[in-house]
């Protein structure tokens, strides 16, 4: 990758890092070489970005030719807003009280460089800032009204305003930075897109165990994908990929859900997509749509303050209450006497105007059918927890789970029924990556809720199709990407 710092002129940028070159403003502009110039990356540290400018056309070029610069010309667009800024860093209230609260003056500038500031301190409100506002180079100007500090601007710095005592500072976090990106120099020779696999290595629950992730970059890569695997702290690098893969657990209150939006509006290929995440996670939406589309299930009641006595005429006890965005098996519960019931419900509807109520239906095990693409993918046995009415029992005491086994089988294998529901269902919300679990009573099927991101593990839902399942997901991005680009380029 050649990584190009653009300058209105080489003599504002005096500092030498390794790896880069420094390329005047008017020439990568006017220079038919960096027009075909594939493999780049541009950091446009031009002098001014207005309308126009020669700082906001590198920018704007570098787009058209695929540098992805940054930063790119919509966040140029963003930085001349107060409002806007305002807006997009409304959600680090918090942060910013607690970094500032020490200050004494009223007013505080802070330099970001790179995502970073000369004082340690101040590093992580400089990250989610050069994570928020996407340039190089920031100041963020701060003042102190009242006991609360507010944000009253955020300007990018040229490449000539960097003061002399933090120059070397700079040089270290570029450097940093730089050699970050270049850790994920694919293994593949100029692989045709590039792909993030956002993941969280802390979470005792992931979708995807270690081995299934190395599985996903393997078939990636054989079919012509660069395969990055990012976290939670890399949001700042999404406009470096084609695609993003979620495989981490989805909440909207989460920063899975700010990966996807952004994603998607930056023009990514985007499984788990934002919509999907929304809808998906909430029961709520998932219970009125399966109703009003006629789609079995469980007696279900859409549980508010005002109709908390219809639930055991409605449901009988033992029934099952959702919290609406529970997952793995947490914020359900199990109720079995009437005090029990309303010690419950009155618990849940202080976290959610409304909550979900269900009769209770004892299986052996869930069937999952995992869709990807409108088409079923893989069909697994969730079998219950030994001795545990779910698939996962959580030892809240030791803060420790057991699951119950899982049984891969066949799409062929599963009755018909269960793989034509979960299609119905898994439709009614899009064409990306859902497992639809369903309870079999007899002959008789029931949708219990549909996943956004389903689990993917080695050992566990491959065991049929083994790496192909790998490679059946990598390709659906390939396509889609493909797809894009060719829309893209009409």
């Given at each position: ?221 054989a079919l012509g994908l660069g395969v990055d695997f990012i976290t939670p702290a890399d949001f700042n690098r999404l406009t470096e990929y084609d695609a993003l893969f979620i495989r981490d657990t989805t909440f909207v209150h989460h920063y899975t859900y700010r990966f996807s939006r952004r994603a998607a509006a930056e023009g990514l290929v985007v499984i788990d ?218």
């Amino acid at each position: 990758m050649n990584i190009l710092i653009v300058v209105n002129n080489p003599r504002d940028w005096s500092l030498e890092i390794p790896g880069v070159t420094v390329v005047p403003a008017r020439t990568y502009l006017t220079d038919p070489a960096y027009g075909e110039e594939r493999n780049a990356r541009v950091f446009n540290l031009c002098k001014s970005y207005r309308y126009q400018s020669l700082g906001y056309y590198v920018s704007l070029l570098a787009e058209a030719r695929g540098h992805k610069p940054m930063p790119r010309a919509n966040t140029l667009e963003d930085l001349q807003s107060l409002n806007l800024v305002r807006l997009l860093t409304g959600g680090l209230d918090e942060l910013i009280q607690h970094s500032l609260a020490p200050i004494k003056s009223n007013t505080f500038e802070l330099s970001i460089y790179f995502g970073r500031n000369v004082a340690q301190r101040y590093d992580r409100l400089s990250l989610e800032l050069f994570n928020l506002l996407q340039a190089p180079l920031l100041r963020a100007y701060f003042e102190r009204r009242g006991e609360q500090w507010h944000i009253r601007n955020v300007r990018p710095i040229a490449a000539n305003d960097i003061p002399p005592q933090h120059q070397e500072f700079v040089v270290r976090a570029a450097t940093d930075y730089f050699r970050g990106r270049r850790r994920r120099v694919p293994k593949r020779a100029m692989p045709r897109y590039a792909l993030a696999i956002l993941h969280d290595p802390n979470n005792p629950e992931p979708p995807s165990n270690a081995r299934a992730l190395r599985k996903f970059e393997k078939a990636g890569e054989a079919l012509g994908l660069g395969v990055d695997f990012i976290t939670p702290a890399d949001f700042n690098r999404l406009t470096e990929y084609d695609a993003l893969f979620i495989r981490d657990t989805t909440f909207v209150h989460h920063y899975t859900y700010r990966f996807s939006r952004r994603a998607a509006a930056e023009g990514l290929v985007v499984i788990d997509d934002p919509d999907s995440i929304l809808k998906c996670n909430n029961k709520v939406y998932t219970a009125e749509l399966l109703t009003r589309h006629n789609i079995p299930m469980p007696k279900t009641l859409i549980v508010h303050r005002d109709n908390v006595h219809q639930i055991i005429p409605d449901l009988a006890l033992p029934c099952v209450l959702k919290q609406p965005d529970s997952s793995f098996s947490l914020g359900v519960a199990k109720v079995e006497s009437e005090e029990e019931l309303h010690d419950k419900v009155g618990a849940l509807l202080e976290k959610s105007e409304l909550i979900i109520g269900q009769e209770y239906l004892p299986t052996e095990f869930d069937w999952r059918v995992g869709i990807l693409d409108r088409r079923p993918l893989f069909v697994a046995k969730y079998f219950m927890a030994p001795g545990h009415w779910q698939i996962i029992r959580h030892e809240e005491q030791r803060g420790s789970y057991v699951e119950g086994p899982t049984v891969a089988v066949s799409v062929g294998e599963a009755p018909e029924e269960v793989v034509k529901i979960a299609l119905q269902t898994a439709n009614l919300f899009g064409d990306g990556f859902y497992g639809v679990d369903i309870k079999q009573v007899g002959n008789r099927f029931y949708v219990i809720e549909v996943n956004d991101n389903p689990n993917v593990d080695a050992g566990n839902e491959d065991g049929v199709l083994k790496d192909a399942l790998y490679r059946e997901v990598m390709g659906v991005f390939v396509r889609r990407i493909d797809e894009r680009k060719r829309s893209t380029a009409r």
